[in-house]
């Protein structure tokens, strides 16, 4: 015989909403449970760009507690100029580094991209912009070259990439002459090194881009946790908006500043215009890699080239894309190097563009292995590798001293690598 109970059991709204709050934790246990899972993610070998970011602080520190002029306004304009071609180029060996290939040819296909819009320009006549598409075509087309030899005919592509290397370099050779060289004296081309934006226009853009962002975070946010979905903290997102808006209005502040030598006559302010492009291009490649198909299949071929192509992923297509994505950037590269120097000369990209643009993916955080890597990656680590030479430069030291501690720092940064992906092996990850 039942017992029928004499008030109704089910909760008052009142007790609902309390047994609801009790039930959903506050933005400082959601903050604790990000940190704690942020630091799972360190033990199980997932460091992303921490390292490089913390090496970064270190560089900034020794050099300004040696050298009293590191950190004025105009070494740090020359550090963002002296930083961009390296970092373009190593954006675009992300692409090739997340499938665990190597392009060793990047270089010197930027410098060859380089010497054909000097070429276009100066012998032709052409107007900039169509001699630069000629020259990110050019670029292009060598990728597109080197993905298919990897990709419909399986060498290796350390070895397609060196025998471009050693091929490409006769480009320049051919078209310019022993000893010679072409002056990149085009207005905007060249402006790209040595001009700045209009400080009103540096504010306004720094300014859409906070906001941009944080419009972005908040409504990201406000959709998935209107779905249910998982989410990160509320204050997570606001300390992030905070931090970028730090970051980039300090930087807008500080390269709006009159840095001439004699700011009395002179007056040189405003952020260089390769700034905005590096920004740019990092802003369309972050979007390419983790909000479209192409750069979720690019991840599953460098995770597992025969699980993805299992799954119906175009390996050999994404191979190839990879390579042209690499090329054309490399071309970009080559451009704003010739931008920086004036001029484009036989010896343009074979130096050691290409092992610092290596050098700083894989110090960004970027796996040599393949299937993890960012575009952010490229710029954190082309910064890294920018500020060695320059501190060095600044307090005197040899080139040789260059070479060792730029050396030391990606020897580090692989080991941190090697490290990380086994941890992450012992993890299960």
Known sequence: MSVKPDHDTKPTAEESAETGATRRPGQLELLKDEARDYLGRLKGGDMGSLPAILGLI??????????????????????????????????????????????????????????????????????????ALAGLAAGAVIGLTIGALVALLGI???????????????????????GGSLRWNDEVLRGLSIKNVPVTAGWIAAGAIVLGFAALSLWRYR?????????????????????????VLGLTALLSANRAPNPLIFNISGIPWVAPVVIALLLFWTFVLTRTRFGRHLYAVGGNAEAARRAGINVRRIKISAFMICSGMA??????????????SPGSGGGNELLYAVGAAVIGGTSLFGGRGRAIDAVIGGLVIATIPNGLGLLGQAS????????????LAASVDAVSRRRRSAAGV
Request: proline share 2%; hydrophobic share 60%.
């Open 58 to 131: 270190v560089l900034f520190i020794v050099f300004s507690s040696l050298h009293d002029r590191f950190l004025t306004t105009y070494n740090m304009a020359n550090l963002v100029v002296q930083a961009g071609s390296i970092c373009v180029l190593a954006m675009g060996l992300v692409f090739v580094l997340l499938l665990g290939e190597i392009d060793l040819s990047a270089g010197v296909a930027g410098g060859a991209s380089a010497t054909i819009v000097a070429l276009l320009m100066i012998d032709h006549g052409w107007v900039w912009w169509a001699a």
């Open 156 to 178: 290796p592509s350390f070895v397609v990439t060196l025998a471009f290397f050693l091929a490409l370099q006769a480009v320049p050779l051919k078209l310019i002459g022993a």
């Open 223 to 247: 959709s998935r946790s209107s779905k249910g979905l998982t989410h990160r903290p509320l204050a997570l997102v606001v300390v992030q908006i905070v931090i970028l808006g730090v970051v």
């Open 331 to 344: 071309a970009i590269s080559g451009i704003l190097a010739a931008s920086y120097t004036g001029k484009v």
């Open 400 to 411: 040789y001293i260059n070479f060792i501690v730029t050396g030391g720092v990606l020897l």
